[in-house]
């Protein structure tokens, strides 16, 4: 059954903790997203990788890091430098990057920090 | 630049009657334009999508939109609304110029009442 799993889907710190959001997928697709969402409020992009071992900055690239050691896994850490870090995480895939491939998405983690 | 703007935050319709959600882009090439759904805590699913084919795109559980370039306009219509429609519904623009990434409007939270 292929997709995109997130884990876990509750989480929840402490301020000035470090935190990594975990992302896997089996569809054997190039390239990887990281995408935050507030309420009421549309997507805005952290990260991508289009391939293996490099990533680009996207719009709110700020107090995250991302990795890309492996083309099923894009895990997303958030750092204590990120000021206000409580909101929905979504992570997602698609086929390539080169052409307008609709991306598929994962469920979602939910991180509180307080 | 591409932008996306949903021009309605809220619609509220009633079990059986149409339903109309409106969406205007702006894009500097052709676009591609997506519509995506997402229940309350969950990942988002591709309701359907327009790549330069048919004006007319037919999608998944009854819904289709209309592209009309001259209007800049893809709006997202359903004949009868049924209670598991009640969700958020995004539409988004990618294209060339924007290296192919997502841009998302921000959202319209459709009710529909019994």
């Known amino acids: 059954d292929g997709g995109i799993t997130q884990s876990p889907k509750y989480l929840f710190r402490k301020e000035g903790q470090n935190v990594t959001l975990s992302c896997e997928q089996n569809?054997?697709?190039?390239?990887m997203y990281w995408y935050r969402q507030d309420p009421g409020q549309g997507l805005r992009l952290i990260y991508y990788?289009?391939?293996?071992?490099?990533?680009q900055k996207g719009d709110i690239a700020e107090g995250y890091s991302v990795s890309r050691e492996k083309k099923e896994s894009f895990p997303l850490t958030v750092t204590s430098a990120q000021k206000n870090p409580t909101a929905f995480y979504l992570c997602?895939?698609?086929?390539?990057?080169?052409?307008?491939?609709?991306?598929?998405f994962g469920p979602g983690t939910r991180l509180t920090v307080t | 630049a591409q932008s996306v703007t949903q021009l309605d935050s809220h619609v509220s319709v009633s079990e059986g009657t149409p339903v109309l959600l409106r969406c205007n882009y702006s894009s500097s090439y052709s676009p591609s334009l997506f519509w995506y759904v997402q229940h309350p805590n969950k990942g988002l699913q591709l309701l359907l999508k327009y790549t330069s084919a048919a004006t007319l795109v037919k999608g998944i559980n009854g819904f289709e939109a209309e592209f009309k370039k001259s209007e800049t306009s893809f709006h997202l219509t359903k004949p009868s609304a049924h209670m598991s429609d009640a969700a958020e519904y995004f539409c988004?623009?990618?294209?060339?110029?924007?290296?192919?990434?997502?841009?998302f409007g921000g959202g319209t939270r459709v009710l529909v009442k019994p």
């Open positions: 988004v623009v990618s294209g060339r110029a924007a290296g192919n990434k997502l841009t």
């Open positions: 569809l054997n697709h190039d390239a």
């Open positions: 990788s289009q391939i293996v071992n490099d990533f």
């Open positions: 997602a895939s698609s086929i390539d990057s080169g052409l307008p491939y609709e991306q598929y």
